[in-house]
């Protein structure tokens, strides 16, 4: 360790690991003692092994010596590589954890993958690892969108994403504390890494992380298309050689003894497009396999013509399989598809829909070559090309199978491209290693035959005798070099990818911004273990476009490097804008704040959008490229077309391609994940190397941070973070909104849309229930239900009900819904009186006052409305939210609306007037609930920052900060004299405070799970707290004394409440049943039990709202 910088690194000798070698070994590293080593700059953060890596809070002696597998390194300084030391270990020497399985399944629907990746790793020894460190490669432009870890067979740690600094200061707050938990982070787009603390010992660790990437499209052999699945097993170190020739995996393998091995899993979805599949492994393939699930866009077939594909052929699945008894692989899992002449792939338009935030997202598939097909090529190139050939050390070792080095490769393809060299073009080569030199010095010459002769045999006498691979010096004298009086320039990168990358792209990025048209970059990358991200990225950034050729499977690859020449001679690139429409403008998230309100403009048809990449980037003629496009539609309608018009210089004037907007036939939000990472990609690059103004940068951090919390994706300003606060704890996650959905008062579940139903078939238990038109009523026992003021409600046909109300007066039923409106019933009848409209997003919370005169809804739209519930007229929009409103109630006295919001804040309102009374602001996660205490003296708000604050809502001071609990505090409640306040937290505890003085009186503990609601009966003698340990249970408020668990229900339970008289308890679960109790004896006196399509497919989002009368 050097000052705060850990650092992993790799080693060569017998025994030893080695990321390249063994890229799912599982590592467990132990950080090198302070100045022990002298780290070099050649170790960089991609040579970390993938597998799990402890710092070192292990005892050495004892049995823990013989757990792990042992290692030390040492720099070599003579060859600037880490080479193994045959000494005895160091103290903190690396130890490698054993890894049990790898599974991995990967489902292709048309060109978007979805993936599910698990690992699982067992501490052997006797000793509690207290912290760990897991990495592990993703194919560049994956998005995780799912992570859970599992330690034990009781602590299961579900991810929940946070700003990156929030992220870590919870992590590491937990670990302090001793409870286990997870964080993933991303370092680069194709390496994450995962902490995991407080392993204990004999336990099995297993991580399962889901993702959806592009399945990036290839031309097979230069003649033939299809699509090309990578999953990348290794991450190629910068610098290093093989000691002693020894490439014999099993000798670079850490012990591993009952291991389950290697389990990956390729399933395709074929309409009848593909011809063939090929695989980089010994795998078993297995054509027409009845489908198990709904497809998307076929590989060749326009979303627009999807209905006569599905009309005329069933689809079925090929599902490619490979096993291996070894946790070890060699080389990239590659799987290419190749599509039938009859199926080219073809340019298209596909739309996420609009969901609850009021976005959707748009896909636009581009293939130059069947666009421009028509328009005129420009004149004989006449620019300048550059090739740049790689003859590092690196590049004498062969790869894979094959005995002929990638030096030997490289010579025999450089004849044919040399000589296919247009005659008016000015050429050079410059070799580079730890040097680098030109063919000319003097520069580029002219493509004579005595020249073209000269190079040819230039390039096949290169030899791997340069030493280190110092890519970016040897780009900064190939661009100076440059002849400025000729077109163009073209510069051709070939090299095996092993160098440091960071300051390579953003040299590529900021030269070709400086020089335009004027300069491309190209990059081949030929090897096993090529970086994708840094052979993509520099065609990318350059203009270009990059490949990877596997050698040991394509050890003739002259036609690729061929064809990469062709589409640099081609004039200029191809060049396009896409146009959307009259009615859609194109926003920068450097200038622009995502959900700004405009004034009056916000009421216009004009609808923002950001494109990404942007802008449009150029493309080769071979390319099959993607612009996403995320829209604030809002409840305005999408484009229904997309405008292609070329700006390529000697083409046809105005030469344009119009491509339908047809819907998606996938997952919906997997091209929204798709999108967003797109837009926090292009965000990332584009402010590279810019002059930040404080401004701007605080606007580039909240526009993420936003989407990434918003989406649950991880970038480099946001992270997964799972906390377990307990012994038994499931912390459930939305991963398509910023907040939990939380459980309001008792009974109304939403009921699923055709589509969710189709989409999303409900995951539990089979369950039944009566129905009416518009509401779902459970019998319930006569007697009961004239103590409890009438039927108990259950749920709504038709459209999702996210939350309901009833009003005070009992007159009014108001149901929130995921179609952005409210409506208002009568309960009596069940007819629907008033549709509230005007929110632009799913409203999450509704509030009646408490002489029912007004009705409140907190909507994703960041607004709060005040609704006349008799004329359904909107009296308020409240508009000061800059983050999703996510609760709301009313005090009282009626004097004071408060709203919460996920930007950790809490708003006070006069609900007559709409005016802002007070902000209140100190919480440090978002507020979940509120809560006006019954004499209206306090207001009290729980947040994810594990804290309760409670305000005086006249003044907006904070009077105090209750702090004790060690999770997320998801509900609060006062007790009907106001002298009591209830919290439930996710760490298993509810804490009853004196709100006056803010001492904790009591801490309620027997939960085995988080506790997601309290309530207090009418008459104060109980406090009850429901869990998703599957249980109630009953308290005395006063002494904090247990007196009753309720158990009967088989899942979590979500809400709560007290009849009026205190007689009667009602729970409501997931398991999709409501159950009456007898608060004094514990007896469950009925249950009533729901269909299960009356029912959401989550549980986490399940919302009760029923208020007895």
């Given at each position: 360790?050097?000052?705060?910088t850990?650092?992993?690194?790799?080693?060569?000798?017998?025994?030893?690991?080695?990321s390249?070698?063994?890229?799912?070994?599982?590592?467990?590293?132990?950080?090198?003692a302070?100045?022990?080593?002298a780290?070099?700059?050649?170790?960089?953060?991609?040579?970390?092994?993938?597998?799990?890596h402890?710092?070192p809070?292990?005892?050495?002696?004892g049995?823990?010596?013989?757990?792990?597998?042992?290692?030390?390194?040492?720099?070599?300084?003579?060859?600037?590589?880490?080479?193994?030391?045959?000494?005895?270990?160091?103290?903190?020497?690396?130890?490698?954890l054993p890894?049990?399985k790898?599974?991995?399944?990967?489902?292709?629907?048309?060109t978007v993958?979805?993936?599910?990746?698990?690992q699982?790793?067992?501490?052997?020894?006797?000793v509690?690892?207290h912290?760990?460190?897991y990495?592990?490669p993703?194919?560049?432009?994956a998005?995780?969108?799912a992570?859970?870890c599992?330690v034990g067979?009781?602590?299961?740690?579900?991810?929940?994403?946070?700003?990156r600094?929030?992220?870590?200061?919870?992590y590491?707050?937990?670990?302090?504390?001793?409870?286990a938990?997870?964080?993933?982070?991303?370092?680069?787009?194709?390496?994450f890494?995962?902490?995991?603390?407080?392993?204990p010992?004999?336990?099995?660790?297993e991580?399962?992380i889901?993702?959806?990437?592009?399945?990036k499209?290839?031309?097979?052999?230069?003649?033939?298309?299809g699509?090309?699945?990578?999953i990348?097993?290794?991450?190629?170190?910068?610098?290093?050689?093989?000691?002693?020739?020894n490439?014999?995996l099993?000798?670079?393998?850490?012990?591993?003894?009952?291991?389950?091995?290697l389990?990956?899993?390729v399933?395709?979805?074929?309409?009848?497009?593909?011809q063939g599949?090929?695989?980089?492994?010994?795998?078993?393939?297995?054509?027409?396999?009845?489908?198990e699930?709904?497809?998307?866009?076929s590989?060749?077939?326009?979303?627009a013509?999807?209905?006569?594909?599905?009309d005329?052929?069933?689809?079925?699945q090929?599902h490619?399989?490979h096993?291996?008894?070894?946790?070890?692989?060699?080389?990239?899992?590659v799987?290419t598809?190749?599509?039938?002449?009859?199926?080219?792939?073809?340019?298209?338009?596909?739309l996420?829909?609009?969901?609850?935030?009021g976005h959707?997202?748009l896909?636009?598939n581009v293939?130059?070559?069947e666009?421009?097909e028509?328009?005129?090529?420009?004149?004989?190139?006449?620019?300048?090309i550059?090739f740049?050939l790689?003859?590092?050390?690196?590049?004498?070792?062969?790869?894979?199978?094959?005995?002929?080095?990638k030096?030997?490769?490289?010579?025999?393809?450089m004849?044919?491209?040399l000589?296919s060299l247009?005659?008016?073009?000015?050429f050079?080569?410059?070799?580079?290693g730890?040097?680098?030199?030109?063919l000319?010095?003097?520069?580029?010459?002219?493509?004579?035959?005595?020249?073209?002769?000269?190079?040819?045999k230039?390039?096949?006498?290169?030899?791997p005798?340069?030493?280190?691979?110092?890519l970016?010096a040897?780009?900064?004298?190939?661009?100076a070099?440059?002849?400025?009086?000729?077109?163009?320039?073209?510069?051709?990168?070939i090299?095996?990818?092993?160098v440091?990358?960071?300051?390579?792209?953003?040299?590529?990025?900021?030269?070709?911004?400086?020089?335009?048209h004027?300069i491309?970059?190209?990059?081949?990358?030929?090897?096993i273990?090529?970086?994708?991200?840094?052979?993509?990225?520099?065609?990318?950034?350059?203009?270009?476009?990059g490949?990877?050729?596997?050698?040991?499977?394509?050890?003739?690859?002259?036609?690729r490097?061929?064809?990469?020449?062709?589409?640099?001679?081609?004039?200029s690139?191809?060049?396009?804008d896409i146009?959307l429409?009259?009615?859609f403008?194109?926003?920068?998230?450097?200038?622009y704040?995502l959900?700004?309100?405009?004034?009056?403009s916000?009421q216009?048809d004009?609808?923002?959008?950001?494109?990404?990449?942007?802008?449009?980037?150029?493309?080769?003629?071979?390319?099959?490229r993607?612009?996403f496009?995320?829209?604030?539609?809002?409840?305005?309608?999408?484009?229904?077309?997309?405008?292609l018009?070329?700006?390529t210089?000697?083409?046809?004037?105005?030469?344009?391609?119009?491509?339908?907007?047809?819907p998606t036939?996938?997952d919906?939000?997997?091209?929204?994940?798709?999108?967003i990472?797109?837009?926090?990609?292009?965000?990332?690059?584009?402010?590279r190397?810019?002059?930040?103004?404080?401004?701007?940068?605080?606007?580039?951090?909240?526009?993420?941070?936003?989407?990434?919390?918003?989406?649950?994706?991880?970038?480099?300003?946001?992270?997964?973070?799972?906390v377990?606060?307990?012994?038994?704890l499931?912390s459930?996650?939305?991963?398509?909104?910023t907040?939990f959905?939380?459980?309001?008062?008792c009974?109304?579940?939403?009921a699923?849309?055709?589509?969710?139903a189709?989409?999303?078939?409900?995951?539990?238990?089979?369950?039944?229930?009566?129905?009416t038109?518009?509401?779902?009523?459970?019998?319930i026992?006569?007697?009961?239900?004239?103590?409890?003021?009438g039927?108990l409600?259950?749920?709504f046909?038709?459209?999702?009900?996210?939350?309901?109300?009833?009003?005070?007066d009992?007159?009014?039923?108001?149901?929130?819904?995921?179609?952005?409106?409210?409506?208002i019933?009568d309960?009596?009848?069940?007819?629907?009186?008033q549709?509230?409209?005007?929110?632009?997003?799913?409203?999450?919370?509704?509030?009646?006052s408490?002489?029912?005169?007004?009705l409140?809804?907190?909507?994703?739209?960041?607004?709060?409305?005040?609704?006349?519930?008799?004329?359904g007229?909107?009296?308020?929009?409240?508009?000061?939210?800059?983050?999703?409103?996510?609760?709301?109630?009313f005090?009282?006295?009626?004097?004071?609306?408060?709203s919460?919001?996920?930007?950790?804040?809490?708003?006070i309102w006069?609900?007559?007037?709409?005016?802002?009374?007070?902000?209140?602001?100190?919480h440090?996660?978002s507020?979940?609930?509120?809560a006006?205490?019954?004499d209206?003296?306090?207001?009290?708000?729980a947040?994810?920052?594990?804290?309760?604050?409670?305000?005086?809502?006249?003044?907006?001071?904070c009077?105090?900060t209750?702090?004790g609990?060690?999770?997320?505090?998801?509900?609060?409640a006062?007790s009907?004299?106001?002298h009591?306040?209830?919290?439930?937290?996710?760490?298993d505890?509810?804490?009853i405070?004196d709100?006056?003085t803010?001492?904790?009186?009591?801490t309620l503990?027997?939960?085995?799970?988080?506790?997601?609601?309290?309530?207090?009966?009418?008459?104060?003698?109980?406090?009850a707290?429901a869990?998703?340990?599957?249980?109630?249970?009953?308290w005395?408020p006063?002494?904090?004394?247990?007196?009753?668990?309720?158990?009967?229900?088989?899942?979590?339970?979500?809400?709560?409440?007290?009849?009026?008289?205190?007689?009667?308890?009602?729970?409501?679960?997931n398991?999709?049943?409501?159950k009456?109790?007898?608060?004094?004896?514990?007896?469950?006196?009925?249950?009533?039990?729901?269909?299960?399509?009356?029912l959401?497919?989550?549980?986490?989002?399940?919302d009760?709202?029923?208020?007895?009368?």
């Amino acid at each position: 360790m050097l000052g705060d910088t850990t650092w992993w690194f790799s080693s060569n000798a017998a025994g030893a690991f080695q990321s390249n070698q063994n890229p799912h070994a599982a590592c467990f590293m132990h950080q090198t003692a302070e100045g022990s080593i002298a780290m070099s700059r050649h170790l960089h953060i991609e040579r970390m092994p993938s597998g799990v890596h402890f710092p070192p809070n292990i005892n050495n002696e004892g049995s823990a010596r013989n757990d792990y597998s042992r290692f030390t390194t040492r720099l070599n300084q003579t060859h600037q590589y880490a080479q193994a030391s045959p000494r005895p270990p160091e103290p903190r020497m690396p130890l490698c954890l054993p890894l049990l399985k790898i599974s991995t399944e990967v489902t292709i629907d048309g060109t978007v993958a979805s993936t599910k990746l698990i690992q699982r790793f067992i501490n052997r020894s006797e000793v509690e690892i207290h912290q760990a460190h897991y990495t592990f490669p993703l194919y560049d432009g994956a998005v995780v969108t799912a992570f859970k870890c599992s330690v034990g067979d009781e602590m299961v740690l579900v991810g929940k994403v946070e700003p990156r600094d929030y992220a870590k200061n919870t992590y590491d707050r937990a670990v302090t504390q001793g409870y286990a938990a997870a964080l993933l982070e991303e370092h680069t787009p194709e390496i994450f890494k995962t902490m995991v603390g407080n392993i204990p010992s004999m336990t099995e660790v297993e991580v399962e992380i889901k993702y959806v990437s592009e399945v990036k499209a290839t031309l097979l052999d230069g003649r033939k298309e299809g699509l090309e699945l990578v999953i990348p097993m290794s991450i190629a170190p910068r610098y290093g050689k093989p000691v002693g020739g020894n490439r014999n995996l099993d000798s670079f393998a850490p012990a591993e003894p009952e291991r389950s091995g290697l389990d990956i899993l390729v399933k395709i979805n074929n309409d009848g497009s593909i011809q063939g599949v090929e695989q980089s492994h010994n795998s078993k393939t297995k054509w027409n396999v009845a489908m198990e699930d709904k497809i998307v866009d076929s590989f060749g077939t326009p979303a627009a013509d999807k209905g006569k594909v599905v009309d005329t052929f069933k689809p079925t699945q090929i599902h490619v399989r490979h096993t291996s008894a070894k946790t070890i692989m060699d080389e990239d899992f590659v799987v290419t598809i190749e599509t039938s002449p009859e199926h080219p792939l073809r340019s298209r338009a596909v739309l996420s829909p609009t969901n609850n935030a009021g976005h959707a997202a748009l896909l636009v598939n581009v293939k130059p070559a069947e666009l421009f097909e028509d328009a005129a090529r420009a004149e004989e190139f006449d620019g300048e090309i550059i090739f740049m050939l790689d003859q590092s050390a690196s590049m004498g070792w062969p790869t894979g199978t094959q005995t002929r080095t990638k030096i030997q490769t490289l010579q025999a393809a450089m004849p044919r491209s040399l000589i296919s060299l247009p005659s008016g073009c000015a050429f050079n080569v410059l070799s580079f290693g730890g040097t680098n030199k030109l063919l000319w010095d003097e520069g580029s010459q002219p493509c004579t035959e005595s020249n073209r002769e000269a190079a040819i045999k230039y390039g096949g006498s290169v030899q791997p005798d340069m030493g280190g691979t110092e890519l970016l010096a040897a780009l900064k004298a190939a661009v100076a070099s440059r002849l400025v009086d000729r077109s163009s320039t073209q510069i051709i990168i070939i090299t095996d990818g092993e160098v440091e990358e960071n300051k390579v792209l953003e040299f590529v990025w900021k030269t070709r911004q400086d020089l335009g048209h004027r300069i491309r970059f190209f990059a081949l990358g030929i090897g096993i273990r090529v970086p994708h991200r840094l052979i993509g990225r520099i065609g990318e950034f350059g203009g270009g476009y990059g490949e990877v050729v596997d050698i040991d499977r394509h050890p003739q690859w002259s036609d690729r490097l061929t064809q990469m020449l062709q589409a640099g001679i081609m004039p200029s690139s191809w060049e396009f804008d896409i146009d959307l429409g009259r009615g859609f403008e194109r926003k920068d998230l450097m200038e622009y704040q995502l959900g700004e309100q405009e004034g009056p403009s916000v009421q216009s048809d004009v609808v923002s959008y950001v494109q990404a990449p942007y802008p449009t980037p150029a493309m080769h003629p071979f390319s099959y490229r993607s612009v996403f496009f995320l829209l604030e539609l809002g409840e305005r309608p999408p484009p229904s077309q997309v405008t292609l018009r070329s700006t390529t210089p000697g083409t046809k004037t105005q030469t344009t391609h119009v491509l339908p907007v047809a819907p998606t036939w996938t997952d919906k939000a997997a091209i929204l994940h798709l999108t967003i990472k797109a837009v926090l990609v292009g965000l990332e690059a584009q402010a590279r190397g810019a002059d930040w103004e404080r401004a701007k940068k605080e606007r580039v951090q909240s526009n993420a941070e936003r989407l990434g919390t918003l989406y649950s994706i991880t970038s480099q300003w946001t992270s997964f973070v799972a906390v377990d606060p307990g012994r038994k704890l499931v912390s459930e996650v939305e991963f398509h909104k910023t907040h939990f959905i939380k459980a309001a008062i008792c009974d109304v579940l939403r009921a699923p849309t055709p589509s969710d139903a189709a989409n999303n078939p409900p995951i539990l238990g089979d369950l039944s229930l009566s129905r009416t038109n518009d509401a779902i009523l459970g019998d319930i026992d006569p007697d009961m239900s004239a103590t409890m003021g009438g039927p108990l409600l259950l749920g709504f046909a038709g459209r999702g009900v996210d939350v309901v109300a009833f009003s005070p007066d009992s007159h009014y039923l108001a149901s929130a819904s995921y179609d952005y409106t409210v409506k208002i019933w009568d309960p009596a009848t069940g007819h629907c009186l008033q549709t509230l409209e005007g929110h632009r997003g799913s409203v999450g919370a509704v509030a009646f006052s408490p002489d029912s005169h007004y009705l409140a809804s907190a909507s994703y739209d960041d607004t709060v409305k005040i609704w006349d519930p008799a004329t359904g007229h909107c009296l308020q929009t409240l508009e000061d939210h800059r983050g999703s409103a996510c609760a709301v109630a009313f005090s009282p006295d009626s004097h004071y609306l408060a709203s919460a919001s996920n930007e950790n804040t809490v708003k006070i309102w006069d609900p007559a007037t709409g005016h802002c009374l007070q902000t209140l602001e100190g919480h440090r996660g978002s507020v979940g609930a509120v809560a006006f205490s019954p004499d209206s003296h306090y207001l009290a708000s729980a947040s994810y920052d594990d804290t309760v604050k409670i305000w005086d809502p006249a003044t907006g001071h904070c009077l105090q900060t209750l702090e004790g609990h060690r999770g997320s505090v998801g509900a609060v409640a006062f007790s009907p004299d106001s002298h009591y306040l209830a919290s439930a937290s996710y760490d298993d505890t509810v804490k009853i405070w004196d709100p006056a003085t803010g001492h904790c009186l009591q801490t309620l503990e027997g939960h085995r799970g988080s506790v997601g609601a309290v309530a207090f009966s009418p008459d104060s003698h109980y406090l009850a707290s429901a869990s998703y340990d599957d249980t109630v249970k009953v308290w005395d408020p006063a002494t904090g004394h247990y007196l009753q668990t309720l158990e009967g229900h088989s899942y979590g339970v979500k809400a709560i409440a007290f009849s009026p008289d205190s007689h009667y308890l009602a729970s409501a679960s997931n398991d999709y049943t409501v159950k009456i109790w007898d608060p004094a004896t514990g007896r469950c006196l009925q249950t009533v039990t729901l269909d299960k399509t009356a029912l959401p497919y989550q549980p986490f989002s399940f919302d009760f709202a029923r208020k007895f009368q």
